[in-house]
Structures are given as C-alpha cells and as structure tokens.
C-alpha cells in the first residue's frame, strides 16, 4: 500500500514537471508609456499598434505567452527613474518598452544601460538613446528627434524660405528637433533669427505669437506633439498668423490631432517617417486591420508601436524565447529587414531605424504624401560607440 502510494506520488510530480516543462512562462513585457497629460493619446495609439502586431502573432512570441506590467509614467521624467527600476527589480520584466518622452527614456536607457534589460524604445526621440547612449540591448522603433527635423529644414530652403523662427517646449526633444532643422537650414544659407519656447507641458502660447508676429519671419518652424500641438495649431491660426507666416513641424504637428484642430490645420507642411496615404498594400492591411480593431484610424504611433512589436518578435523568434541570449537577438534584429506599414527598413548600428522622410501636407482629416523629403535618412548617431 505504501509503496503504491509513493509510485502515484511520483507519477503525479512527474507529470506536473512535464506539464511545467511544455508550458514556458510567461515573457513579461514592462509597457512604461504615458496614459494620462499631454501625450496621453499617443500612449494609447502606441499599445494599440503593439497589441495588434502581437495578435497577429498569434496571441504568444516563441510560443510563450505574454504577460504585460503597465505604467503611466505620465511623461515626467523626475518619476521616470523610480517606475523603470520597479518594473526591472519588483515585475521582473523581460523586456522594457518605452516611451514617448524624451526625458522619461532616457531615465529608461540609463537602466536598461545599467542593468543590461531589453530596451525598445517605440517613440521618444532623443537623439542619445540611440547616439552616447547606444548599447546592444537597447532598440527604437521609431525615429530620433534629429531626423524629421533636418529634412524640414531642407524643405524650407526649397521653399524659398530664408528667415525662420521656431518654438517648440522647452526639453530634450524640442530642444534636439529645432537642432536638427537648424544645422539644415543654416547649411543651406537660411538664419534663425529667434528661437522661441516655453516648459513642457505648458500651452500659453499667446505672448509668443505675438512675438513671431512682430520678427515677421518667412516660416515658422515647431515641434509640438498630442494635445499641446492640438492648441498650438489652433491658436496660431486664431492669432491670424496662419495667413501670413507658413507653420512647418515635424509632423507630430499634426499627427493624431487632425479631428480636434479641424480646419485651422489644412494645409500644413509637415515632415514625418509615415503619411496616411501611402497606399502600399503593406499600409492598407495595416490601416484596415487596425480600424477594424479599435475603430479608429491608426497614426505614426500606432505604426510606432507595431513595429516595436515585431522587432520583439524577431528577436524572441531567433533565442526560441530565451530572452537571456541579448547578443543573439541583438544579432537577429541587426540583419533583420523591418516590414513596417511606413516601409520596409533596417536599424542603423545604432539600432536606430534608417528611413524615408515624407513632405506631408494636411489635407482634411489626412497628412497626405507630397514626396519623400529624404530617402534612407540614417541619423548621424553622434557619439555612439558601437
Ligand atoms: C519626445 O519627447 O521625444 C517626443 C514626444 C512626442 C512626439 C515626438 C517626440
């Protein structure tokens, strides 16, 4: 009897190791994005884009399961450090995606940094993650602050434009975007005769508008994202300066805001890794399956952040789920070709994305396709060491 009872003792730990064995766990995915303030929107588009790439995955990557550890790092980078560390030390996530605030990743890529966690940044900007602060763990989805930028500026000197004042919040992306347009449109003989700007998150715009209109220049170039370039385009058109002074951006001007700014946006010139009329088959699918799903129209951060998904899944495809083996996925999403609904592209050894540029102009609710600004535009990558 009592050899019997260890036998079935035996059998049952046997099969609960067997069971365990065939079920992996379950890949922890720490999403550090901003749900509430000024960008709150382009957190969600950039779950949404996630969510769906990973549904077309079939639910798992490499066969295993995902369990999501959310935040909303409300876009504040003094908070940034403390909710990065709980997801790596407390939720012991296998992977960081994150987030939209320059700020905020770079808090993010000090960590993954440090700590050696997967990084994937599906938004922010900052030139450095993917520049000083370049690692082989550490990825972006999306652009750096320099790109857009330095094709606007280009834009604008085709224009005919030789005077430019910009504005922008006053953070590493606003800062880094009026950069990159600079070092452009000064090459090509053009002069900033002010640079205006204000602190994130803030909107009281009106002193400033008052400004621009006293300088008078030929264009005016910004960076303003979500519900701050929501107010701005429509202030600067209530201001009258609309008529007078041509409002160039990069295109988070004007992407994800085309419902709420209305007509006070048609017409505007922006420059942007994606259009929403590209009309690819690649783009259509996308568009179409993500409309079917959230019943809505996806934007540049929904594309963000499913491509975010698929170097994820690339990589985890290549270490079979064993999310531990950095240098090989590394090496798989290195030579990996990124089928993306903004075209096809690859990261640069920086592991940032090389891309078309698009000159996109608000026509509508839509930032049509002009042309393609720059081809293949790489960033600079400056100070990386890779
Ligand atoms: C940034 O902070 O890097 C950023 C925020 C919103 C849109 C684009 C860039």
């Known amino acids: 009897m009592k050899a019997h009872r260890i036998t079935l003792l035996a059998a049952c730990a046997m099969a609960a190791s067997l069971s365990l064995a065939q079920t992996p766990a379950k890949l922890k995915i720490g999403l550090m994005l901003p749900y509430t303030g000024t960008y709150a929107a382009l957190g969600i588009a950039i779950e949404n884009g996630f969510r769906l790439q990973i549904a077309e995955q079939g639910g798992k990557l490499a066969g295993r399961e995902i369990e999501f550890v959310k935040v909303d790092d409300e876009s504040d980078p003094s908070k940034a450090t403390d909710n990065v560390n709980k997801l790596v030390k407390r939720d012991n996530v296998d992977v960081l995606v994150g987030s939209v605030h320059s700020g905020v990743a770079m808090a993010m890529a000090k960590v993954a940094k440090d700590t050696g966690t997967l990084l994937i940044v599906p938004n922010a900007g900052a030139d450095i993650v993917t520049g000083a602060m370049c690692a082989p763990n550490i990825f972006r989805s999306s652009f750096s602050n320099w790109q857009p930028a330095y094709a606007m500026g280009e834009v604008a000197l085709k224009k005919g434009a030789k005077k430019a004042v910009t504005i922008t919040h006053k953070y590493a992306a606003g800062d880094e975007s009026v950069k990159g347009f600079r070092e452009a449109f000064e090459k090509g003989g053009g002069q900033i005769v002010k640079d205006l700007s204000l602190p994130f998150p803030g909107v ?6 008052t400004e621009i209109a006293s300088l008078k220049p030929d264009v005016v170039y910004t960076f303003f994202a979500g519900g701050a370039a929501v107010k701005f385009v429509k202030d600067y058109s209530a201001a009258g300066l609309k008529k007078s002074i041509p409002l160039y951006g990069a295109g988070f001007l004007t992407d994800g805001t ?3 700014q209305g007509a006070d946006a048609d017409g505007l010139f922006t420059t942007l890794h994606y259009a929403d009329s590209l009309g690819t088959p690649r783009d259509n699918a996308f ?100």
Do not use: W
């Open 287 to 386: 568009r179409l399956a993500y409309a079917k799903t959230y019943k809505m129209q996806p934007d540049v951060y929904a594309v963000q952040g499913y491509d975010a998904a698929q170097i994820l899944a690339i990589g985890a495809a290549a270490v079979k789920g064993d999310l531990s083996k950095k240098a090989e996925f590394a090496s798989a999403v290195e030579k990996a070709k990124i089928d993306s609904p903004r075209g096809p592209f690859m990261l640069s050894k920086a592991h940032n994305p090389v891309q078309d540029i698009y000159l996109r102009q608000v026509t509508g609710k839509e930032n049509k396709l002009v042309s393609i600004a720059i081809k293949g535009l790489a960033d600079p990558a400056r100070g990386c060491k890779m």
């Open 204 to 209: 009281e715009f009106q002193a400033l508008l």
């Open 258 to 260: 085309l419902d709420a």
